[in-house]
């Protein structure tokens, strides 16, 4: 194709008329047609691109990659004068844009803020001639880019409970006092026996007290239940979150985990990324500390489930980066009938507690499953109800937003006072520390023998 030099080229030959002689003008202009021809022959070189990009990153966390140009059989002087490289970015993907080299590498970072499959488009190259008067697109081949939740903030709370940095107990070496869940044998009675441990039957066959002994259970189940519905499409401001007194990674204390990592651009995850990156969390950690984990993803049905197993972050994190929030309501009583019928675990239920009638299909599902598991309601605090109760209004519309929010505040408390009655724990924390919050919570629960 021909560039801007050789139409402005033709504009000067043909306003050369106006004051030299035709053929000079006409001579000009096949002199102007020479040379691009001669600048088309160049563009024509063999021209190679390859791309290098990683197959997964995390969300929101900058990965390089590289673009490589080669030109084929060029002798010095002959190959084109630039070569202008192109990336196109998919929706919730951010790549560097454009770079112009002789030839070489083109290196750049990739940042994912949408977990899933994205399709990446193809890189465009466009080599200009050595004139400036003749230039040439090559297409590359499209990839694909796997995005998976936040998994090295996952993995840095991980680190830190297998450390001891981490602020709550991290792994257990022996088992916390009191009755055992695994019987192990009978043996005789001993004066510092428990009541409970007494076999009536050992004892009536032996002649004398004969005692259960049980071994205190160390591997635990882990499940989580994470909501897919409606309420968790919502999105969070992860700076607003921030200013209204959410700790930062950096600004952790010393000897503490980093409650989080924000993702890098932009600063809005939905509820259910977030949800998402804590389940993983909590994942990692029962992988270090050696207890079984699982997953039950549910909306208007269960869509992905996973029995708990050992070393099972990497199967959670599998059956979970790919989700997307429905327009559903969310079907607890699906996942809690499949929770129920294993045995004892700690079930953490991500969900959002703001609407109230989503709230009550969760109330309604409960009883059940609170009397066989220990439940953890998880869901993030709402900024901007906080932010409308804490600022003194100004105007009309501050006051309207300020009462918009109390009765928010007050359905939200109404619905955690109901969870408590029902003997389960509600965590409602800023989003930069909901995961660091249910690990601890996790650990506490397994440190007080809960599991």
């Not at 454009?98 to 466009?126: F, I, K, M, N, Q």
């Not at 050992?202 to 909501?227: F, H, K, L, W």
């Not at 949800?275 to 049905?301: F, K, T």
Request: contains cysteine.
């Amino acid at each position: 194709m021909p560039t801007s030099r050789v139409a402005l080229g033709l504009a000067l030959c043909a306003l050369s008329v106006l004051v030299a002689p035709i053929w000079l003008a006409a001579t000009a202009a096949n002199l102007l047609a020479l040379a691009w021809l001669v600048d088309v022959r160049h563009t024509f070189r063999k021209i190679s691109i390859d791309r290098s990009i990683p197959t997964i990153v995390a969300r929101g966390v900058a990965e390089p990659f590289t673009i490589t140009v080669g030109i084929n059989g060029a002798r010095t002087g002959a190959a084109p004068r630039l070569v202008v490289v192109r990336q196109p970015a998919p929706p919730d993907v951010e790549i560097g844009s454009v770079v112009e080299c002789a030839s070489g590498s083109y290196d750049a970072s990739l940042t994912g803020h949408r977990r899933g499959r994205h399709r990446l488009p193809p890189p465009a190259l466009r080599a200009i001639g050595p004139l400036g008067l003749a230039s040439r697109s090559i297409v590359g081949s499209p990839g694909e880019l796997v995005v998976y939740p936040d998994l090295p903030a996952a993995h840095r709370l991980a680190r830190a409970v297998r450390r001891g940095t981490f602020r709550e107990a991290g792994v257990v070496a022996r088992g916390p006092l009191g009755l055992g869940t695994e019987f192990e044998s009978v043996r005789e009675y001993l004066p510092d026996d428990d009541v409970r441990q007494v076999n009536w039957r050992a004892t009536e066959r032996m002649g004398r007290p004969m005692s259960n002994q049980y071994r205190v259970e160390q591997d635990r189940d882990v499940i989580c239940v994470v909501d897919t519905g409606r309420l968790m499409a919502s999105p969070i401001d992860l700076a607003v979150d921030g200013a209204n007194g959410a700790r930062l990674p950096s600004e952790s204390s010393p000897g503490q985990a980093p409650a989080s990592a924000a993702p890098s651009g932009p600063r809005l995850a939905t509820r259910l990324d977030l949800a998402i990156d804590a389940a993983v969390a909590v994942a990692a950690v029962a992988d270090v500390v050696g207890d079984r984990c699982g997953v039950v993803a549910v909306g208007r049905d269960v869509q992905r489930q996973v029995p708990p197993r050992r070393r099972g972050a990497d199967a959670v994190v599998q059956a979970l980066f790919d989700l997307e929030p429905s327009s559903a309501t969310c079907d607890f009583g699906a996942a809690f009938r499949l929770v129920g019928e294993g045995k004892r675990a700690l079930v953490l239920v991500f969900t959002d507690l703001v609407d109230e009638a989503a709230a009550r299909l969760l109330l309604e599902a409960l009883p059940g499953i609170a009397r066989r598991h220990h439940v953890l309601v998880v869901a993030i605090a709402e900024p901007g109800v906080d932010a409308a109760l804490r600022r003194a209004p100004d105007t009309k519309v501050d006051v309207y937003a300020a009462a918009a929010a109390l009765d928010v505040s007050v359905a939200r408390d109404a619905v955690v006072n109901r969870l408590g009655a029902l003997g389960v724990e509600v965590i409602s924390v800023p989003a930069l520390r909901l995961s660091a919050a249910c690990v601890a919570s996790y650990l506490r629960a397994k440190a007080r023998a809960r599991l």
